[in-house]
């Protein structure tokens, strides 16, 4: 009997046309997506690809896979739930800065204490722009918007940061402009046994301009060959660098997954029966 042929990368593209605007960073995450799914070969019936609401959350639309595009801000708890009923499924959540730091902020500390074994792919264009440029939180401080005609006055957050005081464990950020880099920490993410966060900076050309491709190269640079990604302190030195935007692993520690937990507990409840369910909770509550 004769090996399956390996799925192609053109084979996780839908027959769905993407409809960003010309020059938008997210044309090359989603092209990143599938060459990474093509070097991991995971078959479409396995995988599940979950997102918000924003133009960077119609991405699920473009992958031949099971998808769902849910409300504003629920990619997160919507996929843990999908992760936890299917634990053998592939989840990747996706969307942008507004989506996951906004009003879906408040679903990452609870899926980081959790390490819910899925990726979440944010890219970050530090706008709003599907609903026609006003600030998100992550716009520079200055900046003019639909929103802010005289300069935006709030300090904007710092993704990385927060994904490492917030005890992700395994965090990078990537560069639209990078389809290689990006491509291969896609892969290193999926593979991770936990929940693993990229931050993806992807342009909005429309509502931010052309020059915002060659801002971030200009800060660009891969994270430093010596730097220990075990060591939390370490990232967020290089997280909080004024003058650098380093590309690839930030940080990255092993922990039990949520799954792993739950199996756990399922496995001695049983054995206990009732009487020592509050036994075997207290067991696995690490």
Request: with cysteine.
């Amino acid at each position: 009997m004769s090996e399956p042929k390996p799925r192609r990368w053109n084979e996780y593209r839908s027959d769905l046309a993407p409809v960003w605007c010309p020059g938008c960073g997210d044309y090359s995450v989603v092209a990143g997506l599938y060459r990474a799914l093509a070097e991991l070969q995971i078959p479409q019936e396995d995988l599940a690809v979950i997102s918000g609401i924003g133009c960077s959350s119609r991405l699920p639309g473009y992958v031949n896979s099971f998808g769902m595009n849910t409300i504003h801000g629920r990619a997160i708890p919507v996929a843990t739930g999908l992760k936890t009923a299917r634990p053998d499924t592939t989840v990747i959540a996706v969307g942008g800065d507004g989506d996951g730091f906004s009003i879906g902020g408040g679903h990452l500390p609870h899926v980081a204490r959790r390490n819910v074994d899925m990726t979440y792919i944010v890219m970050d264009n530090r706008i709003y722009g599907l609903t026609k440029g006003q600030t998100s939180p992550t716009t520079p401080q200055g900046e003019r918007t639909a929103t802010s005609r005289y300069g935006w006055p709030e300090t904007p957050a710092n993704p990385i940061s927060l994904a490492l005081a917030y005890g992700m464990s395994f965090v990078a950020q990537s560069f639209a402009g990078d389809i290689k880099g990006l491509t291969k920490l896609i892969v290193q993410a999926v593979k991770w046994p936990g929940f693993s966060f990229i931050e993806v900076h992807s342009p909005c050309v429309t509502y931010r301009g052309r020059d915002q491709y060659k801002l971030i190269r200009e800060r660009a640079c891969p994270v430093p060959e010596d730097h220990d990604t075990s060591d939390r302190a370490a990232a967020f030195a290089l997280a909080d660098d004024p003058d650098n935007l380093y590309l690839g692993v930030i940080f990255q520690r092993p922990s039990l997954t949520f799954e792993q937990r739950l199996e756990g507990l399922r496995t001695e409840a049983r054995g206990t029966g009732r009487k020592g369910f509050s036994t075997a909770v207290s067991r696995f509550a690490v």
